[in-house]
């Protein structure tokens, strides 16, 4: 059983439309969160959610819009696509009270052109 | 804030030898320190944590790390690695009162050749 999982896994869209990824983690935690790797390889946290609140929002464009219908999804909706936004993202959880040790998925690909 | 730095953008290494991959980090509160490995196309995976207590933190596949707390060092360490240690190497740090929001150092390509 995958304990973090994401779709899609791979995302080629053009510039200017919108687009969703979606996590799903079944491992019982209480916290997601979203990180952005650039091509660097360079890591840098969106959004964390608690028990469907929002708790950790960074300086990240009003484009990105995190929702978590329950603790155990979390998704990203990205509005009007920009080139800059190619990247790749990952979701994490984390259970309250066990040091913040992070599960993340597998990632999603994104590519705009 | 919290800052983390590593010190080596790539570590070229052969089979069996040890590899040491440099962290220091700058906190003016009390962080746990994480190390993580990237394989190729894949996610993060953790090797390691320090939140308390013993220095040396004894990880998965053979990793460890040393937390010194006066040169605000986090060093990891493996005495002999295999070809499928070659990997990404992340070093993140967490105030530990933050909700877990993990800094991350800039990365370490590990590189092993025969």
């Known amino acids: 059983d995958t304990a973090v999982s994401q779709t899609p896994k791979y995302l080629v869209t053009q510039m200017g439309n919108d687009k969703s990824i979606k996590c799903e983690q079944n491992?019982?935690?209480?916290?997601m969160y979203w990180y952005k790797q650039d091509s660097k390889k360079f890591l840098k946290i969106m959004f964390s959610?608690?028990?469907?609140?929002?708790?950790i929002n960074e300086t990240v464009p009003n484009r990105f819009s995190p929702k978590s219908p329950d603790k155990a999804h979390l998704n990203l909706h990205i509005n009007s696509l920009e080139l800059g936004d190619s990247a790749v993202y990952f979701c994490?959880?984390?259970?309250?009270?066990?040091?913040?040790?992070?599960?993340f998925g597998p990632g999603t690909r994104l590519t705009v052109t | 804030a919290q800052s983390v730095t590593q010190l080596d953008s790539q570590v070229p290494v052969f089979e069996e030898a040890p590899v040491e991959l440099r962290c220091n980090y700058s906190s003016s509160v009390s962080v746990y320190l994480f190390w993580y490995v990237q394989y190729p196309n894949q996610g993060l995976q953790l090797l390691l944590k320090y939140l308390s207590g013993s220095t040396l933190v004894k990880g998965i596949n053979g990793f460890e790390a040393e937390f010194n707390k006066s040169q605000t060092s986090f060093h990891l360490r493996k005495p002999s690695v295999h070809i499928s240690d070659t990997a990404e190497y992340f070093c993140a740090v967490t105030p530990d009162d933050s909700w877990g929001k993990l800094q991350f150092g800039a990365g370490t390509q590990v590189v092993v050749t025969p």
């Open positions: 994490a959880s984390s259970q309250t009270g066990l040091s913040y040790e992070q599960y």
């Open positions: 491992l019982g935690h209480d916290t």
């Open positions: 959610y608690n028990n469907k609140e929002l708790i």
